[in-house]
């Protein structure tokens, strides 16, 4: 038995050599922790900013993906895009533990952040910076905004919109075209405007979702697996309930393109949308959706987390 403990010792401490000699991330990481204490001249809280100018085409896609903190899209009559990205972290080797990409695509532009490979000590025990995400861009874009561990904001868009794995709450103004939303964990406020064929699509959103609807929108909305209940708050739409499924539907205008909700944690509201001419979104807007019947889950800490609440969000969707 001591000869087998022996072993096991010897294997153990060989792996720790080899890491300690060939990771420096391990030795600079014990470093940090043995002079944090003697070190008076520590230099705290350091930040970056990036912006970047660009000029699109009316119908090009800007893309956000992966990003640790909020988005806010700025629309306008422009045909400029303007990129600024503020990252701040502990240190200057928080900052370096992700990579920031900000460039051109054959169909518009891509902001995101991912992941840089460090040293063992980093990854086990260092802190991702948080990322500030503003853009200001034409009303005549698709915007597409994936993983991202904050919240969310735009104007109005001209195109289609996707939003997928969001870890907060989402505030979109009047979309045209096609909407397809899910995996939100938080409230959702989003305008429509007209909708081609494809419809809008909602699923797996842990919060309320209000509906802002404008005037001579045709549409037919259908709502399922619902963890709450749906209802009209516009004069000329009546929502219908089927009982024994727990199914809602209603019909906007003269019916047409399909709205449909699914594995939602919350009320839906359909209200009617003001105007229709808000250009910006505002970092100091109230969210105006319901809260959800069952409590909603605390803030996850960073985007890879993301996918679970996603899945959790899918499972309460299953057992409706």
Same mark, same amino acid.
């Given at each position: 038995?001591?000869?087998?403990?022996?072993?096991?010792?010897?294997?153990?401490? =060989?792996?720790?050599?080899?890491?300690?000699?060939?990771?420096?991330? %391990?030795?600079?990481?014990?470093? /940090?922790?043995?002079?944090?204490? +003697?070190?008076?001249?520590?230099?705290?809280?350091?930040?970056?900013?990036?912006?970047?100018?660009?000029?699109?085409?009316?119908?090009?896609?800007?893309?956000?993906?992966?990003?640790?903190?909020? %988005?806010?899209?700025?629309?306008?009559?422009?045909?400029? =895009?303007?990129?600024?990205?503020?990252? &701040?972290?502990?240190?200057?080797?928080?900052?370096? /533990?992700?990579?920031?990409?900000?460039?051109?695509?054959?169909?518009?532009?891509?902001? /995101? +952040?991912?992941?840089?490979?460090?040293?063992?000590?980093?990854?086990?025990?260092?802190?991702?910076?948080?990322?500030?995400?503003?853009?200001?861009?034409?009303?005549?874009?698709?915007? *597409?905004?994936?993983? %991202?561990?904050?919240?969310? +904001?735009?104007?109005?868009?001209?195109?289609?919109?996707?939003?997928?794995?969001?870890?907060?709450?989402?505030?979109?103004?009047?979309?045209?075209?096609?909407?397809?939303?899910?995996?939100?964990?938080?409230?959702? *406020?989003?305008?429509?405007?007209?909708?081609?064929?494809?419809?809008?699509?909602?699923?797996?959103?842990?919060?309320?979702?209000?509906?802002?609807?404008?005037?001579?929108?045709?549409?037919?909305? *259908?709502?399922?697996?619902?963890?709450?209940?749906?209802?009209?708050?516009?004069?000329?739409?009546?929502?219908?309930?089927?009982?024994?499924? &727990?199914?809602?539907? @209603?019909?906007?205008?003269?019916?047409?393109? *399909?709205?449909?909700?699914?594995?939602?944690?919350?009320?839906?509201?359909?209200?009617? @949308?003001?105007?229709? &001419?808000? +250009?910006?979104?505002?970092?100091?807007?109230?969210?105006?959706?319901?809260?959800?019947?069952?409590?909603?889950?605390?803030?996850?800490?960073?985007?890879?987390?993301?996918?679970?609440?996603?899945?959790?969000?899918?499972?309460?969707?299953?057992?409706?």
């Amino acid at each position: 038995m001591k000869k087998v403990l022996l072993v096991v010792v010897l294997i153990v401490a =060989a792996a720790v050599l080899g890491l300690w000699r060939s990771n420096g991330g %391990v030795r600079a990481g014990l470093n /940090r922790v043995v002079n944090a204490g +003697s070190a008076n001249d520590s230099p705290g809280v350091t930040n970056d900013e990036t912006r970047k100018t660009f000029e699109l085409k009316p119908g090009a896609r800007v893309e956000v993906q992966g990003i640790n903190g909020f %988005v806010e899209v700025q629309t306008s009559d422009t045909k400029t =895009a303007e990129v600024y990205v503020r990252r &701040t972290g502990d240190d200057a080797n928080s900052l370096s /533990r992700r990579e920031l990409i900000i460039e051109e695509t054959g169909e518009g532009i891509i902001v /995101r +952040s991912k992941r840089k490979h460090t040293g063992l000590w980093d990854h086990l025990f260092g802190k991702d910076p948080k990322e500030e995400v503003t853009i200001k861009a034409p009303r005549q874009i698709a915007l *597409s905004i994936r993983g %991202v561990n904050g919240r969310v +904001s735009s104007g109005d868009i001209e195109g289609s919109l996707e939003m997928k794995g969001i870890n907060g709450k989402v505030e979109v103004g009047l979309v045209n075209e096609y909407v397809q939303v899910g995996g939100i964990n938080g409230s959702i *406020s989003l305008g429509l405007r007209r909708l081609d064929e494809r419809g809008a699509r909602l699923s797996g959103i842990n919060g309320g979702v209000e509906l802002k609807l404008a005037s001579g929108l045709n549409a037919d909305l *259908s709502a399922k697996g619902m963890n709450g209940n749906v209802r009209s708050e516009i004069s000329d739409v009546t929502v219908n309930k089927d009982d024994h499924w &727990t199914r809602y539907s @209603a019909r906007i205008g003269d019916g047409g393109a *399909s709205i449909e909700l699914s594995g939602i944690n919350g009320n839906v509201r359909l209200t009617r @949308a003001a105007g229709g &001419t808000q +250009s910006t979104a505002s970092a100091d807007q109230k969210p105006a959706s319901d809260e959800p019947k069952t409590p909603v889950s605390q803030k996850l800490p960073d985007t890879q987390r993301l996918e679970k609440a996603e899945a959790g969000l899918k499972a309460i969707k299953s057992t409706q």
